[in-house]
């Protein structure tokens, strides 16, 4: 399967813009589901390479492992609820940003970010959206993602 790796936040934009059909991937600990069902997604936008960044921003592709070891001082809510997600292995490759994407109920990091009233920065080419963490997520395996859209 094509794998497309944008290097700027701009590059992956235009790329959700032009390639609707990709796969969001930033750890790709969701792309095996696809392939345990006999599914071939793709391409995969794999955005681990896209620079995240800002003092007091917590970018989409932070690591569940980073949360743990970097950030438990500044969110430890956000690393207690990490420290639950399945393996070190998972752990290392899972993001914040795909859990949003996913949506799954049964996520602790979720609940964590909506009871630290989060907020999830949307950028698209018409420009940033942001809105609460709570709002974000609609129901389960749901979001506010709009099809032209990555969260940053």
Known sequence: MPVIQP???DEAIRVRRDVPEAVLVAGGTEVMPFRNRGER???LLD???VADGGPVRLGATV?????IEELADRFPVL???ARTIASRQVRNRATIGGALAIADPSGDILAAL???DAEVELASTAGPRR???AAFLTGPYACDLRSDELIT
């Open 63 to 67: 690591t569940y492992t980073r949360v």
């Open 47 to 49: 955005l681990s390479r």
């Open 131 to 133: 809105l609460p963490a």
């Open 7 to 9: 290097q700027t936040l």
């Open 114 to 116: 909506v009871a630290s």
């Open 41 to 43: 997604p793709g391409p």
């Open 79 to 81: 690393a207690a609820a």
